[in-house]
């Protein structure tokens, strides 16, 4: 069974950053894919970012790109979501996954609050 812990979430004034941060633990064979969707109210949760572990490669949703940063540590089995230049739409909470193709699929943490006034 694998378990993931998000935290970093909060309220901000829009422009302002957050950083969220999301551990994985657990009966880990291979993390092979980590990243961060968001759902806000009334809406259906849709993908902010998403990292290869081997490798490194990162893509974005639009909506995010050149304000989000998406980071992971293979060694500790972390994923991290740097953002800046929040916007007030950027409310919702965030959900950090793992994609373990061996055994497990996708796994969800339970979401972490990011509110931003305007």
């Known amino acids: 069974q694998v378990q993931l812990v998000e935290s970093g979430g909060g309220l901000v004034q829009a422009g302002g950053s957050l950083r969220l941060s999301c551990a994985a633990s657990?009966?880990?064979?291979?993390?092979?894919?980590m990243g961060w969707y968001r759902q806000a109210p009334g809406k259906q949760r849709d993908l902010v970012a998403t990292?290869?572990?081997?490798?490194?490669?990162?893509a974005y949703a639009d909506s995010v790109k050149d304000r989000f940063i998406i980071s992971r540590d293979s060694a500790k089995n972390t994923v991290n979501l740097q953002m800046k230049s929040l916007k007030p739409e950027g409310t919702a909470v965030y959900y950090c996954?793992?994609?373990?193709?061996?055994?497990?699929?996708?796994?969800w943490g339970q979401g972490t609050q990011v509110t931003v006034s305007s």
């Open positions: 996954y793992i994609y373990e193709a061996a055994r497990f699929g996708h796994v």
């Open positions: 657990g009966s880990i064979f291979r993390i092979d894919v």
């Open positions: 990292i290869i572990n081997a490798g490194g490669s990162a």
